[in-house]
């Protein structure tokens, strides 16, 4: 049986469609389905539109948060639920077209463990949006050493690879960059990202922004290695500068330099504040995951 996750948030203006169109193309292609669709915690009524599909169709599985948690805790959460001996996760929205799923499929069908959507083109979105995503997939990229720059979240995993991603202890995940690094027999399926059909993205430009830090963070140790970068870049000025006072000292020069003075407590001061914070930021992250806090918090199951 293929079980299909799908995180949904606020989804209730395309939720039933969404039902019907898979619903309809697996049923279609004689493949055995569940769907679990995991509410996360919508303030709409997404929820009351599960059970509806619920109630009639008996495949449609439904899982709602106490409150908002995210997309990846939804996900978890979703892959934990699955029953099939193959599991694909995907939006809500329609914009992961349901053909290539099928596609997904087959290529299961042929033995292929973990198979990845990669966006052919990224459908419509900003310049600033394109580029910021771009950056943020060069450093992930070096992280996880796996090219992400095309990576979604549309994906089928066999039932091991689940298994697998079920047992890393983290509590921050990331789905798209453990899925890749788990390993096992993958391939590549290419989807271009559809219009959105109804309502709009859940992503504002700050919860992106902090989604892209922590997973930059959780992936990489990079932004460390760079306090260890300007801390030997500044110790090669203070040697430069070391030796100009001295010698300025011994030839009787001494007085003058106050503007280097005030130039040099306000370059080193920024730079040491600036690795605090990102030493901060790294035990703030060892801090959330030592507390042991469930990834999130199941209040209605259907
Ligand atoms: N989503 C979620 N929790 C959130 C934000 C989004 O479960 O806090 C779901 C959403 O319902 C959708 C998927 O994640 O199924 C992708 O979100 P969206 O379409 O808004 O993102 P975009 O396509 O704009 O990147
Ligand atoms: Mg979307």
Not at 84 to 111: F, I, N, S
């Amino acid at each position: 049986m293929l079980s299909v996750v799908i995180p949904a948030y606020n989804e209730e203006e395309i939720l039933p469609r969404t039902v019907e169109v898979l619903g309809g193309i697996l049923t279609a292609e004689k493949i055995p389905y569940e769907l679990i669709f995991v509410d996360d915690g919508s303030k709409d009524r997404t929820w009351e539109e599960i059970l509806e599909a619920h109630e009639k169709n008996e495949n449609i599985h439904g899982v709602h948060f106490s409150r908002n948690f995210g997309k990846e805790p939804a996900i978890a959460a979703g892959l934990a639920e699955a029953v099939g001996a193959c599991v694909a996760v995907m939006d809500c929205d329609l914009q992961h077209p349901p053909a290539t799923l099928v596609e997904m499929y087959r290529k299961w069908e042929e033995g292929y463990e973990v198979v990845e959507g990669v966006k052919r083109t990224r459908g419509r979105e900003s310049g600033a949006h394109r580029a910021a995503a771009g950056l943020f997939y060069k450093i992930m990229s070096r992280a996880v050493k796996i090219d992400m720059s095309r990576a979604s979240d549309f994906k089928l995993l066999d039932r091991r690879a689940v298994n697998s991603i079920l047992d890393m202890p983290e509590r921050n995940t990331f789905f798209r960059a453990m899925s890749s690094w788990i390993g096992y027999k993958q391939t590549q399926v290419e989807f271009d990202v559809q219009e959105r059909e109804a309502g709009s993205s859940k992503w504002s430009t700050w919860k992106l922004i902090k989604y892209a830090v922590g997973n930059i963070v959780g992936y990489s140790t990079a932004p460390m290695q760079l306090v260890t970068g300007a801390g030997i870049a500044v110790f090669f000025l203070a040697v430069i500068m070391g030796i100009q006072t001295l010698v300025r000292y011994f030839t009787g020069h001494a007085v003058e330099g106050f503007t280097t003075v005030i130039l040099l407590i306000l370059l080193i001061g920024s730079i040491i504040m600036i690795s605090l914070g990102i030493i901060g930021y790294y035990i703030a992250r060892i801090y959330e995951e030592t507390k042991g806090r469930p990834k999130y918090i199941v209040s209605k199951r259907v």
